[in-house]
């Protein structure tokens, strides 16, 4: 852990700010919602404790387990999700942060149990196609991780929504799984307004192809 | 009272500040939602002045009064739902704080005189199954505290949806009475758009269980 | 003018400070909405200019008009619904106050040419029965403010629903009048939930009658 | 460039400004959103730079390209829309300001590829008519702006929106279009709720000829 130090500290500070992105795009209720970051090199991850109010999150209440969800360092009980987060690092190398909510829109598609179809080229840019769903699964053992890997391998969508639950989202650190939450609640709201007047027609394989190569490496700076 | 002062002081700025969460989660419109906490220990409760706009409640515009809604302490009338949180005070000791809003996606399965059902693990794990209907009760005498009473004691939901009127929350105390209203209006809100599109499947009832014992004795520190 | 300064020095701070809040109910968008008030004894009416944003009104902002709408003190010209507001003070001798929107839900309504049914005690409080719908009307003459008279004088309502254009309400004063305009989308937004997914029930009329008679005269301090 | 530095120093400034107009009514989501401003006289424009947070937006982070989107000052790459923005000057000399959002109900409509019918004065007054769609296009080409050009020349609309993707709306200056974006969301908005419960009936074109005209020539100041 003392080689991890310096990682660990900023970690803890970047989980706990990337927290205030969920609530200022009303992405959690109450306590309902979580960040965490995997600290690179390490079999460690930092996460939000459990059942704490957004408004008394900073660095220091931030929790650090193992990819096995045991407690490293930290004042707190981690996150009940940990378990979830946990599973997804050790089984997707590639991914650095996992977020989890229950925004409403993602969540009436995961209540339902339909994938969010790919009808606009915000879909297309980020999510690389429809937004699947993964399999109900309990909490308390690995089974919503389990459900969360299986169902990202099949698909290049970086977000899943797990059924009668809500979304859990990756990135390749915790900005970007934040923002790939950010933009699902937007995506799963539109689509849900565009469906509630009429039937969208999917954009067509070739175009979504296109599109989200070019944003995968083209945008931004 | 004197060997209440102290106790009376704390909860005076305890459900002053947990107003604020009503308007924060969008909860209530001008003057129309109320949050009470019970003495602990004696015949009273500390409840939110009448028609006092938001902005304005601070410790000392809270009124006391005793556990037939008449006044002990205080500068203004109480709220006028005060019997209906009296009553609710008198016939379920457990019961340490009641909260009354008329939050819009509660308030529509209550003008249908619908329950919400448990569609999400979100409303097994803080409500235990459908969330009930209570029934049209006019204000003025105990109809509406019996009609909450009675629709809570069949249930192990701490929120009862009262017909073509809106929502009433319980808990051990005040903040978990707010915790239940927030919560409920964001279920409320979450299975509102799921019905849109279609049927959401709810969860058995065995899974409910499991949920619900879980989230009330591991969640949170 | 004279001796009305003082009244309308108060008036134009009142009515300044009562546009936020239109814009804190997220009731206004960009610049179309207004605010206006009587002055009590006088032929005159205070008033918001036209196309100025919201973040600009301060009291020495506001216009001073006379019951035809023709400017007597300020800087900008009045608010292009200005002839509405001042046909209602002509007419209506117990208003002094009118507000109008195109709060979305209200003018949703409208759109339809449909009344919100009285089908929560909320209305019944408020509005002492369904709210009705006004006659499409051009601006530029009389036309929409008889439109606002002869519908309120037909109902109790102290909102209308003015067809393909958006709500007007009035009060006794300009706070009452914003009030209405506040409790009228609220309840707009929630009968338009409740109808989503099935059929509200209407409060019989008996109810309606006894829940207007309290909340008018027991309701606040 | 160096006649026009005053006038540059200037847009730089009122379009990270009019950037904050986007956030505060809910039009963008992460970085997805841009406003851009034709430098008058002058063959360039100022426009966001891609891919930067709407916190980190100052006079300092925007940048000005030619009228085919060449970099010519700034520290940033434009943003990833600047084809379409340079294509929309270059073909409509009397533009002098295009906004791109992803707002979510006027993308619904997008997304069904539907006009936005014109069921409500405030449409009239702002758009004179039905908001016309315009086709499915790929970025990276003319392909976007060619689509606006073609569909706002037929229309007196100053907004359309784009088939699957999102709207463009123009003004004779930045804060112009700025508020056709803003008028945009919130009457696609109405209308989505005007039609989910009904049909609202269109006005008569002789009625939004006169709203409309009366709206461009005798609102505000």
């Known amino acids: 852990m003392r080689e991890h130090e310096a990682a660990v500290r900023a970690l803890r500070q970047t989980v706990a700010d990337l927290h205030t992105e969920l609530t200022r795009y009303d992405l959690v209720t109450w306590t309902a919602g979580n960040v965490s970051a995997r600290v690179p090199?390490?079999?460690?991850?930092?996460?939000?404790?459990?059942?704490?109010?957004?408004?008394?999150?900073?660095?220091?209440?931030?929790?650090?387990?193992?990819?096995?969800?045991?407690?490293?360092?930290?004042?707190?009980?981690?996150?009940?999700?940990?378990?979830?987060?946990?599973?997804?690092?050790?089984?997707?190398?590639?991914?650095?942060?996992?977020?989890?909510?229950?925004?409403?829109?993602?969540?009436?598609?995961?209540?339902?149990?339909?994938?969010?179809?790919?009808?606009?080229?915000?879909?297309?840019?980020?999510?690389?196609?429809?937004?699947?769903?993964?399999?109900?699964?309990?909490?308390?053992?690995?089974?919503?991780?389990?459900?969360?890997?299986?169902?990202?391998r099949e698909n290049r969508s970086s977000a899943v929504l797990m059924r009668s639950h809500g979304p859990f989202t990756v990135g390749k650190d915790a900005r970007a799984a934040v923002k790939a939450a950010v933009m699902l609640e937007d995506v799963a709201k539109t689509v849900h307004f565009a469906y509630q007047l009429g039937t969208p027609e999917p954009i067509d394989r070739a175009s979504v192809d296109r599109l989200h190569e070019r944003y995968q490496n083209v945008y931004g700076q």
Do not use: N
Not at 64 to 92: C, I, K, N, Q, W
Not at 102 to 109: E, I, P, Q, V
């Open 41 to 152: 090199g390490a079999d460690l991850m930092v996460i939000k404790p459990s059942g704490v109010s957004y408004d008394d999150l900073g660095p220091e209440s931030m929790v650090v387990t193992d990819l096995h969800g045991e407690l490293v360092e930290g004042d707190f009980a981690p996150s009940s999700d940990t378990a979830a987060h946990a599973y997804v690092y050790r089984h997707m190398p590639e991914v650095g942060g996992v977020v989890h909510t229950h925004s409403s829109y993602a969540t009436a598609w995961a209540a339902r149990g339909e994938p969010i179809p790919c009808v606009l080229t915000m879909i297309a840019d980020e999510f690389g196609g429809d937004i699947p769903v993964g399999p109900f699964a309990m909490i308390g053992d690995d089974s919503i991780g389990r459900g969360i890997v299986e169902t990202l």
